[in-house]
């Protein structure tokens, strides 16, 4: 007699999902959208369907009791109680292709022109970093047309660096030059809760037609939910993961990731999170890691990323720039000072500092740009009493060196927008200011 395995059977009925599941909106507090009678897990995407039989899409972001709290990835509005709610069974995801290029895309990955994309590979928004141990070291320099930064702040394939400025001081300008001068394969950027007038102005202005060909462009103004602009820079951070598996030479760029740790504060109040740091909820400071680390190199490709913070009021020790500080390996920090004397693009040299420097650039490269970056300490200390005349020439060396040299390194430092120099040049210029 053939022997019946009883007990497998049993596991086997105990696994399978006999229902169509199903369970109605009960409550709508603020942003969130408490649901009874189904089992969800959290990042999950459900439908609601109104009145009208129109699905309103949503993701899971928690639970009470025995109820699921939702957000909506559009906007509350049709929703009522009793609503029938489905969960899909699957997280949020982006299809990824060549067909991507040159195009503007919403949070979610959706073009904006409306055509829906026909083909791609799904990549999920949010998923692992690189293994630490799978990851090529960073030694080669990336060029990215900015004399300030090849020349002082020399940046390496696959490194991630942000860029600190209060508000209006060019951190989108600047991210524009990087966009159309870096020599990367493709360019992701991702732009999170700026005023929609200025999307318009950074495309056509700052990245222009020729930065925009081999550019993705990944947009969540201010005015959309918080959790469609929270998952523009996941979306962005997918389709630059997409190109790095692709083997390709990625630059990821972020404006703002302030704008992104206020969505997930938005989100994070919103489902009860207490409020820590300046309003800022405890996730705020577990998500900024989890987007951050998924740049940089891995075994196949590279993402070198740049994300801006937005500064309040200039207070450069503030709780989001302090933790992006942390997590990056450099930070690029534009003074207001520098901007009000039309100094552009306005990088304080001394306050800024590129973890890797010191790895990728050559010897004579590093001796000229530390020589440099003396001189300008100097003259700074000694600017006022320069200015009013109060300084006597021949009592210190090192000032009178510096006035000497100051008129030639601020005229490296001052670039135009529309000004490319690639990184010989600039090192050659560096160097030639002192020959
Ligand atoms: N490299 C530059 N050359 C000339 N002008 C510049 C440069 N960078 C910035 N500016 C000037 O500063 C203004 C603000 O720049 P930008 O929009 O890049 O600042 P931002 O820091 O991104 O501002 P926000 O905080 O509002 O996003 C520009 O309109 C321009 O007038
Ligand atoms: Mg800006």
Redesign the pocket.
């Known amino acids: 007699m053939e022997f019946i395995d009883f007990a497998n059977i049993n596991k086997k009925i105990k696994e399978c999902d006999f229902y169509y599941k199903e369970g109605i909106v009960k409550k709508v507090i603020g942003l969130t959208i408490e649901v009874e009678g189904i089992r969800a897990f959290i990042g999950e995407v459900c439908n609601i369907y109104n009145e009208k039989n129109n699905a309103i899409t949503c993701e899971v972001v928690g639970f009470k009791e025995n109820n699921v709290i939702l957000m909506p990835l559009g906007e509350l509005i049709g929703i009522s109680p009793g609503c029938r709610v489905v969960p899909s069974g699957k997280a949020l995801n982006v299809k990824c292709s060549e067909e991507l290029f040159g195009k503007i895309i919403d949070g979610l990955g959706k073009p904006l022109d409306d055509e829906e994309l026909k083909e791609g590979t799904p990549y999920l928004l949010d998923s692992e970093p690189p293994d630490p141990l799978k990851r090529r070291r960073i030694k080669d320099v990336i060029p990215t047309g900015v004399r300030t930064i090849d020349g002082f702040l020399t940046c390496g394939e696959g490194q991630r660096i942000g860029i600190f400025?209060?508000?209006?001081?060019?951190?989108?300008?600047?991210l524009?030059?990087i966009a159309k001068y870096a020599e990367a394969d493709v360019n992701v950027i991702c732009l999170i809760g700026?005023r929609g007038r200025?999307v318009r102005d950074f495309i056509e202005r700052?990245l222009g037609e020729e930065g925009m060909k081999r550019s993705i462009v990944v947009c969540a103004t201010s005015d959309k939910p918080a959790l469609v602009r929270l998952k523009g820079a996941f979306t962005a951070t997918a389709i630059a993961e997409y190109f790095r598996d692709k083997g390709k030479k990625v630059i990821l760029m972020m404006?703002?990731v302030t704008r992104f740790a206020m969505a997930q504060r938005e989100i994070g109040l919103a489902i009860g999170e207490p409020p820590a740091t300046k309003g800022y909820t405890p996730s705020v400071f577990a998500m900024l890691p989890r987007l951050m680390e998924r740049a940089g190199m891995s075994d196949k490709g590279s993402i070198t990323a740049f994300y801006?913070v937005?500064v309040d009021g200039d207070d450069f020790n503030e709780p989001i720039a302090d933790a992006v500080r942390g997590i990056l390996d450099g930070h690029i920090v534009?003074s207001r000072a520098l901007?009000a004397k039309n100094h552009?693009?306005?990088i304080d040299v001394l306050s800024s500092i590129s973890r890797l420097m010191s790895e990728i650039a050559d010897k004579d490269h590093k001796a000229t740009a530390s020589l440099a970056r003396d001189l300008i300490a100097t003259y700074k200390d000694s600017e006022d009493l320069i200015n009013i005349g109060a300084y006597v020439k021949g009592s210190n060396k090192k000032v009178d060196m510096a006035i000497n040299y100051i008129d030639k390194i601020n005229s490296f430092l001052k670039?135009?927008?529309d000004e490319h120099t690639n990184f010989e040049d600039t090192v050659k210029w560096l160097k030639s200011i002192f020959t």
């Open positions: 400025a209060g508000s209006g001081v060019g951190k989108s300008t600047t524009g030059m700026e200025e700052d404006d703002s801006t937005l534009l901007a552009y693009p306005a670039q135009k927008v």
